[in-house]
């Protein structure tokens, strides 16, 4: 193993992966991506996989459109023999209360005036899109081809081949227990492989990312929160877009390859680092599944799993530096969005190591918000 | 023997295989021709004169490696068709072998073939690179084959039914082949778990029953771990597929 | 949700035994088998078993489930059979997720005996998907159960006791066996079963192995080969044998998912057919008030199978709080029957096996 | 084709009932496995394989392995080695991944 590096970047899902190749591609030698287990083993290889323009805020907006736009071309970029599989089906967001139809007439406004190509769609034409949902269960839809899914597996594979390729190594099955820290300042990563001294480390540790600023003291105001989804055996096409719901707690999906992905989120969810599955999510998705999409209900369930969303207060990422710890950098908190933020992550964690000015609009992002007092809303997450 | 089996010796593939130093710089061609014919289209198609000046028409080809860069375009030129380019830099485990293939249909790229010996034996599972195929070549199409490095000077030849393991299944449910197992395996993907997620198998509506044996076996047998010692995949619930509807219905039920 | 003292899932042997002993000391029990009737593999079985008397020897497997399922009718009243019922999952929270004929149902036990026996392990060669390739349980299941033929002539791979008997099967049903090969250099079956097949003129090939299968729509041909003795493949060793059946018997795999789903402990030990959970002298395994019995804790014969159904049933009952004045001597009982079945020169690899995961 | 005689064995099947495999009509036993009675009439092959188009017997006849997925009476995906025969039931070679109708 590597007993120094430049960067140490803690955890192998598409963050770290992202972050590793976008330094690489700016000159950067020796970095190291360190991962638990295997590439995707963490949030990423249990994630939907959506990613989606149509948000609340001009921030996020931007920040999607500048992933979306890069995982159009992210075969090609990144040279990837395999296919990440990205497929623009579109997102179809249906409002079901008054509150959220007013609230997505705002979002489309908002979208169309920053090039996202948003429509507002009645009921009736929302069932355009999708045929078989009962569209007597909502108010208004919203509509943007362009937003679509994609397999996580290869999408992070893609960016660590073309890491690799840059001389980035990689550490599988390797645990970090410890950050050495010396006058505030990082020294190297204990890992059960060895020691490794670098000056900057990365947390991309997703779930388990408040585990690793403990190491070095720093408090990061997230906790890890079990999220459950479900996938079917495949059937031929007949569901274009992805069907998502805010307030009815839902996300739908045909891959691909044929399979339909559902999930939603749970507040009372144990926020531990448990990610088994139970039969509660299973009976209740089944059956508002059943209610919204009925032609799915003759759709066989293949698999259940769970994975760890790691959530901040405000449910927006955490980007940045950390005070009183030298070279110690976050790309965390991504409160169920980190796979879709994930281009973007790269570039502006690239961006802020090396000192440069950030290329997309992320000042907002910060650590210091939490103390300020400064929270972000966004009014469109799940 | 050659003129016996007309199967090149190793004495007589001495002289045809560069260093491994020179092969180790990139792409060259290697000349297998040995017998002295009046014949010199490599000597004259070589633009970068990296063939020696024939002074007899006689003369078998002598190649200075060091300025030849594996342009290929003696190899469609051959009319012995005795010309490949062995390219060992491709990746970690493979190597490229370009070969003149005048048969039809043409591989399609990215397909795998049978790698084939001089002898015509299958030697291993070939991934189809580029099919080459212009007007300057007139109707010798060059075809790149990644083959496993160590047999970078063995395969001279291909077949387009993969008779090696395009057709053993290790996963029905997505159809993995062995082929493409071992592929996976070679690029790195050491643990069942991480075959899973990049290939799909053991994902299917079989929930890995076929699968995960086979595929545990192969890795044992490729990596030297220990079937013992090997991390296997989740189990996930449920483990016979179950509508929707029969699980929403037996909620409502109570 | 239904509540329970004791849920048995798989009513084969092991599970068919298990219900009777658990529900002879009064527990509660609901027996959940995903086929139509009960007796497992039993019911596929014309052959008469080996053993002892208390493990029904010299009565054909067929007739062994009948006598069980006599036994059991005793018991009704504590026992509640689910047929046709497929336990799809066991959560965290001890819940038993079943469907049973597109009905979703949950069960919630205090205890649970997993015998779920064990899945046919696949071979991998050119072609191994075609139609006519068969796994030997689906060629049992199809002509003893259904009363339909696979084919005209079988090639069997295997010549372990699964692939003896079931190419004798084949024979009795009026189907033509070619050969039967085997990887290994010695029949790994009893000789016994070895020498009947013999007797009827069936090729046994050891050190052979399938190198490819052929046929357009469906199997016509195998291409076989010989094995050296690192039982690599002899070059200019194959010939080839015209087939419409090729039935696959290359040994058993533990179905281990739910005890996994579970986070019961497991190993992986080959002389069991796999990854089996560690258990106690009682069969409980690491996870209190989950047991187990049967194949799915080690593949086995069915004689012990149902010895062991018998502890676990016992065992179980026991914990839950039932007792008899003789409940210890039926465990010795039990515990010395499966040390007998298991003594001797062909109990060695189980026995070797069972030394790793008996705690 | 079934076993009429057998040393050991008797079968108890079930009334005749007719069904129709891709526009034909066959005879089988009711309650039977449908690939039993589409054995009994010689046809082994019941689906194919999604990416490549193989053809596809059953495998394990127990509903593990997902060899044998066909459409019944329009509804696809349908395990034929456990889906039990009944009157009129129309059976067909699934193509792809099977429609959701």
């Not at chain 2, 047999?151 to 082929?179: A, H, P, Q």
């Not at chain 3, 009982?333 to 003594?343: A, G, M």
Request: with cysteine; charged share 20%.
């Amino acid at each position: 193993m590597n007993n120094t590096a430049s960067v140490v970047i803690i955890g192998g899902g598409i963050s770290g992966c992202s972050i590793a190749y976008n330094l690489a591609k700016k000159g950067v030698k020796d970095i190291v991506v360190i991962e638990k287990k295997y590439l995707t083993s963490g949030s990423t290889g249990r994630c939907g996989a959506g990613i989606r323009m149509q948000w609340g805020t001009e921030m996020n907006c931007r920040l999607a459109k500048f992933s979306t736009e890069f995982y159009e071309n992210a075969n090609d970029i990144l040279e990837y023999d395999g296919d990440i599989e990205f497929k623009q089906g579109g997102y179809l967001i249906v409002a079901a209360t008054e509150k959220e139809d007013v609230q997505f007439r705002k979002n489309v406004a908002l979208q169309n005036s920053l090039g996202i190509p948003t429509v507002y769609l009645t009921p009736k034409e929302a069932k355009e899109i999708i045929p078989h949902m009962d569209e007597t269960k909502i108010i208004s839809a919203t509509f943007c081809q362009k937003d679509g899914h994609l397999n996580p597996f290869h999408a992070t594979q893609a960016y660590a081949d073309a890491a690799a390729r840059l001389g980035v190594k990689f550490m599988k099955y390797t645990e970090v227990t410890g950050i050495k820290v010396e006058n505030n300042k990082i020294v190297g990563v204990q890992t059960d492989k060895g020691f490794i001294s670098a000056p900057v480390v990365v947390n991309a540790a997703g779930g388990y990312s408040k585990q690793i600023g403990d190491m070095v003291g720093a408090d990061i105001p997230v906790y890890a929160e079990r999220h459950q989804i479900l996938v079917t055996e495949p059937v031929n096409p007949i569901q274009n877009p992805m069907f998502m719901s805010f307030s009815l707690n839902i996300y739908c999906q045909q891959t691909p390859h044929g399979s339909f992905i559902m999930g939603r989120g749970d507040a009372n969810e144990p926020r531990d680092l448990r990610v088994t599955s139970s039969w509660h999510f299973l009976e209740e998705m089944a059956k508002d599944c059943c209610e919204l999409l009925p032609l799915l209900k003759d759709i066989r369930v293949v698999r259940q799993w769970a994975g760890l969303y790691c959530m901040s207060p405000d449910r927006q990422p955490i980007y940045g530096k950390v005070d009183n710890v030298e070279g110690f950098y976050l790309a965390t908190g991504f409160s169920g969005h980190g796979f879709m933020f994930g281009p973007v992550t790269g570039v502006v964690i690239a961006e802020t190591i090396l000192g440069e000015k950030s290329s997309l609009p992320i000042d907002k992002l910060g650590m210091e918000r939490f103390a300020k007092g400064e929270l972000l809303f966004e009014p469109s997450v799940v | 023997m050659l003129e016996k089996t007309g199967v090149a010796t190793e004495q007589d593939l001495q002289k045809a295989i560069p260093s491994k130093e020179r092969l180790a710089k990139g792409p060259v061609a290697i000349i297998e021709c040995f017998q002295r014919i009046p014949c010199n289209p490599c000597y004259t198609s070589c633009k970068k004169g990296a063939i020696k000046e024939f002074e007899d028409i006689n003369d078998t080809p002598e190649i200075n490696v060091e300025i030849c860069n594996g342009c290929a375009v003696c190899v469609s030129n051959c009319p012995g068709l005795s010309i490949v380019v062995v390219d060992e830099t491709y990746s970690e485990q493979e190597a490229l072998v370009k070969i003149p293939y005048e048969f039809l249909p043409l591989p399609e790229e990215g397909s795998f073939v049978t790698g084939l010996d001089r002898e015509g034996k299958a030697v291993c599972r070939a991934k189809v690179v580029k099919v080459l195929n212009t007007k300057a070549m007139d109707r010798t199409p060059i075809v790149s084959l990644a083959v496993p490095k160590d047999l970078s000077m063995t395969v001279r030849f291909m077949k387009l039914n993969d008779i090696y393991s395009d057709n053993t299944f290790v996963c029905r449910c997505e159809e993995l082949t062995m082929g493409e197992l071992r592929e996976l395996i070679r690029k790195g993907f050491n643990t069942i778990d991480e075959i899973k997620r990049i290939s799909r198998a053991g994902m299917g509506p079989c929930q890995g029953r076929t699968c995960r044996q086979l595929i545990m076996q192969e890795l044992a047998a490729a990596t030297g771990a220990k079937m013992s010692e090997m991390p296997i995949s989740t189990f996930r619930p449920p483990v016979k597929p179950i509508k929707l509807g029969t699980i929403a219905g037996g909620a409502d039920h109570e | 949700m239904i509540t329970t003292e004791l849920a048995i899932i798989g009513g084969g042997p092991a599970g068919l035994s298990a219900a009777i002993s658990a529900a002879s000391l009064g527990a509660k029990v609901i027996l959940i088998d995903r086929s139509e009737n009960l007796g497992g593999q039993l019911i596929k079985q014309t052959h008469m078993f080996f053993g002892s008397q208390k493990q029904y020897a010299s009565i054909r497997g067929v007739d062994i489930a009948g006598i069980l399922m006599k036994d059991l009718e005793k018991y009704q009243d504590s026992i509640e059979i689910m047929l046709d019922a497929t336990v799809i999952s066991v959560y965290e929270d001890g819940v038993i997720a079943v469907e049973q004929n597109e009905k979703y149902i949950k069960i919630k036990p205090q205890s649970i005996i997993v015998a779920t026996g064990a899945s046919e392990k696949f071979l991998t060669f050119p072609n191994n998907d075609l139609p006519g390739i068969y796994g030997a349980g689906a060629v049992q299941t199809l002509m003893n159960v259904h009363g339909v033929a696979p084919g005209k002539n079988v090639v069997m791979v295997g010549a372990g006791n699964i692939g003896l008997i079931v190419s004798y099967q084949l024979m009795q049903a009026g189907i033509n066996v070619k050969a039967i090969l085997d990887a290994s250099p010695k029949i790994g079956g009893y000789l016994v079963h070895a020498s009947k097949i013999r007797r009827m003129g069936i090729p046994i090939l050891t050190s052979h192995t399938v190198k490819y299968a052929h046929g357009n729509n469906k199997l016509e041909k195998v291409t076989l080969c010989r094995l050296d003795e690192k039982w690599q493949q002899v070059p200019g060793s194959e010939f080839d044998i015209e087939t419409d059946v090729l039935c696959i018997s290359v040994g058993l795999s533990p179905l281990t998912e739910l005890l996994w789903q579970q986070g019961c402990e497991m190993k992986y030990v080959p002389e069991l057919g796999g990854h089996v959970p560690v258990r106690n002298d009682n069969l409980e395994t690491s996870i209190k008030g989950i047991y187990v019995a049967g194949d799915v804790a080690g593949v086995e014969e069915a004689s012990s199978a149902m010895v062991e159904g018998r502890l676990a049933g016992l065992c179980a009952a026991k914990a839950l709080g039932y007792n008899s004045p003789d409940l210890e001597d039926k465990k010795n009982d039990c515990l010395e029957q499966l040390n007998s079945l298991r003594s001797g020169h062909v109990g060695e690899k189980i026995r070797s096996g069972l030394s790793k995961v008996t705690v | 084709m079934r076993i009429e005689e057998h040393p050991i064995l008797s079968f108890n099947k079930g009334k005749k009932v007719n069904f129709v495999f891709d526009g034909k009509t066959y005879e089988g036993c009711e309650g039977e496995p449908i690939a039993a009675a589409l054995h009994a009439a010689g046809i082994m092959v019941l689906g194919h394989s999604h990416n490549k188009q193989r053809p596809r017997g059953f495998y394990c006849a127990i509903g593990n392995c997902s060899s044998c997925l066909m459409v019944v009476n329009g509804q696809p995906n349908v395990r034929v080695c456990t889906e039990k025969l009944q009157e009129g039931m129309v059976v067909e070679t699934q193509v792809g991944k099977g429609d959701l109708k």
